[in-house]
């Protein structure tokens, strides 16, 4: 029997549900949401939190938190969107360094 995973990545909020047989469950956080915000943090001490444990870090540590990234995702660096959307956050949207792409990546050890 083969299964699927199906995943909702929104800008806001994502899902991701498993598709056994005939059947789809949702998967939820420890908490039993479905719903979780497209975000993850980052400390500086190399440990992360994501989803709804992650915007607990929004107002302590901003620049540490992504969100939005959709917002960024298979865009050149040079796109005015990445310009205009890059203004609205607290991290700090960069080049990617590889010749072989061109696209905007996160870097969480500058200010903005």
Not at 40 to 57: I, K, Q
Not at 61 to 76: E, L
Not at 77 to 87: C, I, L, M, Y
């Amino acid at each position: 029997m083969s299964r699927i995973v199906g995943i909702d990545l929104g800008t806001t909020y994502s899902v991701v549900a498993l598709r056994n047989g005939l059947h789809t469950d949702v998967l939820r956080d420890a908490s039993g949401r479905a719903l979780v915000p497209s975000a993850v943090y980052f400390a500086p001490d190399g440990s992360m939190a994501v989803g709804h444990d992650a915007l607990l870090h929004q107002h302590r540590d901003p620049r540490h938190v992504i969100f939005n990234a959709k917002r960024f995702i298979g865009r050149s660096f040079e796109d005015a969107a990445v310009g205009a959307q890059s203004r609205l956050h607290p991290f700090h949207v960069v080049p990617n360094a590889s010749a072989s792409h061109s696209g905007a990546w996160f870097d969480l050890s500058k200010q903005h």
